[in-house]
């Protein structure tokens, strides 16, 4: 099949600075390897000034999120869990992709910053494939559950550092919440209803997923792919080595060592 004929789909990563090395390899595994691909935009503070990327200043935001307010709720709640202010702060880059970056074709895929795909993964714009993950955080499920309204989740994680959105669905599951606290705020709706004793108390990738299983799944199909964790930035040698047994790897900063 000629690439023409491909329906081709956007990615989008969130990233701070500090996965500015490892988001180099990211964008290089993207364009190497996914045939589907239309454009890369990369959501950060700075430019990261990479080829062929577009670049989302996070000013673009700022009139739905407020890391500062963030950050002093934890203050008050939790002053020893303000470090997780920035992990909060980057799942709701995710959530409102759809209402900040409208240029994205209508079904799309985050990735982390830290995650390189080694071989080509498809992706169907009109399906909402899921990986189930071996993780199975249970302080994730009261916030899915209050926020959604529903008394069980999946049953399973659906945290795979990539996941393909569509942004029709997405600020659905937004209009919902705020519906259901009678807010015009998504973020100050799931920010009054965080358990902030727990240092992981919230998965943006869970929370779509449960909401396009339970709400859609006739679009759900499980596609399970094979991935690894590994502690540094990886050699192009070590990546052509993974790439006969794993479909994407990640390098996550905490395990680089880097704060």
Sequence with gaps: ???????????????????????????????????SLNKIFVVSCDNPNIEEVIHIPEERYYSFIDKNKIKKIYSLKNPNLIHRSKWIYQQFLKLYSAKVVPELTDSYVIVDADTIF??????????????????????YLEPIKKLLDIEDTIGFSTICHHMIFNKQKLNEMISIVEKKYNSQSFFDCVLSILDYAEASCMSEWDLYSNYMILNYPEMCAQRQLNWTDIHSIPSSSLLNSLKDEYDFVSCHAYLRGVE
């Design 1 to 35: 099949m000629e690439k023409s004929n491909i329906k081709t789909i956007d990615f989008l990563i969130p990233c701070h600075p500090k996965d500015f090395p490892s988001l180099i390899m990211s964008v290089n595994g993207i364009k190497k390897n996914i045939s």
């Design 118 to 139: 080694l071989n080509d993964v498809s992706f169907d714009i009109d399906k909402f494939y899921f990986c189930k993950a071996e993780e199975y955080h249970k302080p």
